[in-house]
């Protein structure tokens, strides 16, 4: 059984910038598809990135487009987001989600099959 825990959150400012990391425990996720979700107060939880199982495929949210990354180091069993430009309405506690297929473009929630417990970012404007 696979153990996903995120790290990372915290408060910032507009236009900062923080790293987000997801360390997984148990078996490799090496093979597998990672995600990155986002669930602010009073709404749905929403896709923000993916990456398949080489980290040669990403893809992400218009909203997220151009101002976060996500990458992998599949030798630390960690996927990572890196989030710049930070804006007020990137406040959401976000989630790690792991896909034991580790292809493409998972963009679904019911297309992952483990979950992380969350780290809350808070951007103040």
């Known amino acids: 059984q696979v153990q996903l825990v995120e790290s990372g959150g915290g408060l910032v400012q507009a236009g900062d910038s923080l790293r987000l990391s997801c360390t997984a425990s148990?078996?490799?996720?090496?093979?597998?598809?990672m995600g990155w979700f986002r669930q602010a107060p009073g709404k749905e939880r929403e896709f923000v990135a993916t990456?398949?199982?080489?980290?040669?495929?990403?893809y992400y949210a218009d909203s997220v487009k151009g101002r976060f990354t996500i990458s992998r180091d599949n030798t630390k069993n960690t996927v990572y987001l890196q989030m710049n430009s930070l804006k007020p309405e990137d406040t959401a506690v976000y989630y790690c989600?792991?896909?034991?297929?580790?292809?493409?473009?998972?963009?679904?929630?019911?297309?992952?099959?483990?979950w992380g417990q969350g780290t809350q970012v808070t951007v103040s404007s």
């Open positions: 989600a792991g896909r034991y297929d580790g292809g493409a473009y998972y963009v679904e929630r019911g297309e992952y099959h483990y």
């Open positions: 148990g078996p490799t996720i090496r093979t597998y598809a």
């Open positions: 990456i398949n199982w080489s980290g040669g495929s990403t």
